[in-house]
């Protein structure tokens, strides 16, 4: 079955860390690239970051230099490392894997394979 699992979510601190994957069966996720996009409660959905096929990455301002994209290509998943976790993070985070890698949002389905379920953070004290 075509399918993204995300998972990785939950509760954490301000100034925490937390890892998402994203993990697909029925493609190689080798071959896509895979955006990361979340959205928040009463706002609309935001790009958040993109990796590549060929591993070249974007991510919007609000998160560089606090979160960074890898994939494990023997799991056929794709990482969300996030840290120094802000309030302003919290939301609903969800993978799209992307004929084409792109962040904005008006875009995405020129290139949308899939969508994966979703997966919720946090950022309390």
């Known amino acids: 079955q075509l399918q993204a699992v995300e998972s990785g979510g939950g509760l954490v601190q301000p100034g925490g860390s937390l890892r998402l994957s994203c993990a697909a069966s029925?493609?190689?996720?080798?071959?896509?690239?895979v955006g990361w996009f979340r959205q928040a409660p009463g706002k609309e959905r935001e790009g958040v970051s993109c990796?590549?096929?060929?591993?070249?990455?974007t991510y919007v301002d609000s998160v560089k230099g606090r979160f960074t994209m890898s994939r494990d290509s023997a799991k056929n998943t794709v990482y969300l490392q996030m840290n120094n976790l802000k309030p302003e993070d919290t939301a609903v985070y969800y993978c799209a894997v992307l004929r084409e890698c792109t962040i904005v949002v008006d875009t995405i389905n020129r290139y949308l394979e899939l969508w994966g379920q979703g997966t919720l953070v946090t950022v309390s004290s």
């Open positions: 990796l590549s096929s060929s591993n070249d990455s």
């Open positions: 029925g493609l190689t996720l080798d071959y896509y690239g």
